[in-house]
C-alpha cells in the first residue's frame, strides 16, 4: 500500500508564494504518473498539476503560469511550486497517482487571506 504525505502548506497572503511536497513510500514512484489535486470547502476534489513519469506536466487553466509540478524520482518526491496565490487558491492540497489512485493522505491546508 503506497502512503502519501503532503506538506509545505500555510497561511499567505495574496501574491505569494508558498512550496508543497509529497513524499511517497512506493517503490513503483518513478514508473507513475502523478498529480496535485485541492478541494475547498463545499467543493469537488480537482485535478490542478499532473506530471508523467518523463517530466510531462499538465495544468488546468486556473493555475496555468503560476503553479509548478516537478518530481524527484530518487527522493520518491512530488512538488508544487505555487506563485501569485488568489483567495480562491485557498483549498487542501493532496497528491496521488494521475491515473492510478492511492489511498488519499491526509493533505496539507493552504489559506490564501490578506
Known amino acids: 500500500q503506497v502512503q502519501l504525505v503532503e506538506s509545505g502548506g500555510g497561511l499567505v497572503q495574496p501574491g505569494g508564494s508558498l512550496r508543497l511536497s509529497c513524499v511517497t513510500s512506493?517503490?513503483?514512484?518513478?514508473?507513475?504518473?502523478m498529480a496535485w489535486y485541492r478541494q475547498a470547502p463545499g467543493k469537488q476534489r480537482e485535478l490542478v498539476a499532473g506530471?508523467?513519469?518523463?517530466?510531462?506536466?499538465e495544468y488546468p487553466d486556473s493555475v496555468k503560469g503560476r503553479f509548478t509540478i516537478s518530481r524527484d524520482n530518487a527522493k520518491n518526491t512530488v512538488y508544487l511550486q505555487m506563485n501569485s496565490l488568489k483567495p480562491d487558491d485557498t483549498a487542501v492540497y493532496y497528491c496521488?497517482?494521475?491515473?492510478?489512485?492511492?489511498?488519499w493522505g491526509q493533505g496539507t491546508q493552504v489559506t490564501v487571506s490578506s
Open positions: 496521488n497517482g494521475r491515473y492510478l489512485l492511492s489511498t
Open positions: 512506493g517503490s513503483i514512484f518513478s514508473t507513475q504518473a
Open positions: 506530471i508523467s513519469s518523463g517530466g510531462r506536466t
